[in-house]
């Protein structure tokens, strides 16, 4: 159900110069629901208006974490995005608390350990937080100091999923 509620005009309205924006999906702990992480992720980002990368990339290396290494059958993963003063959070929250993100340092020869690393160097912060029994969020900021240039692939402004024709 959706309720919506507006403010009765004898109340002023609050003025915010910087709107906040938020978003939350709670998917599966699986490839298809990591991979779906991204897809929803940048679709918002684009309505939003908001650069594409870093924040995808971040977006898919956290939620392949959750649904591989956090995976606990039944228990689904959250992806949490919003915006506030200009910064960009990314969350991931699974239920296995028990288990802290520790960056590893793959070999060269090695097919995966490398995600909290790529996570590491593209986020301006990162880090986790415990949560109430048996969960935890891992966390990542991005500062918006760059505004999308318009026809930029990467803008937001349109993309594979946009509802405009292609030229």
């Known amino acids: ?25 709670q998917l599966s702990p699986t490839r298809r629901g990591a991979r779906l992480a991204r897809l929803l992720a940048t679709e918002q980002l684009r309505a939003w208006g908001i650069l594409l990368d870093p924040a995808r990339q971040i977006v898919a290396e956290l939620a392949t974490n959750a649904a591989t290494h956090s995976r606990v059958p039944g228990r689904d993963f959250r992806l949490t995005l919003y915006v506030v003063a200009g910064i960009l959070r990314i969350e991931v929250s699974d239920t296995r608390g028990d288990c802290p993100p520790c960056p590893q340092h793959p070999t060269r020869d090695e097919e995966s350990g490398r995600g909290l690393l790529i996570v590491e160097a593209l986020a301006d912060r990162w880090g986790w ?27 937001g402004a349109r993309g594979a999923f946009s509802q405009e024709p292609r030229r």
Do not use: C, Y
């Not at 309720?3 to 110069?17: D, F, I, R, V, Y």
């Open 1 to 25: 159900m959706i309720q919506e509620t507006t403010a009765s005009e004898a109340q002023p309205k609050p003025q915010l110069g910087n709107p906040v924006r938020n978003f939350t999906v």
């Open 129 to 155: 937080d415990p949560g109430p029994r048996p969960r935890k969020t891992v966390w990542a900021e991005l500062v918006l100091d760059h505004a999308p240039k318009p026809g930029n692939p990467n803008s």
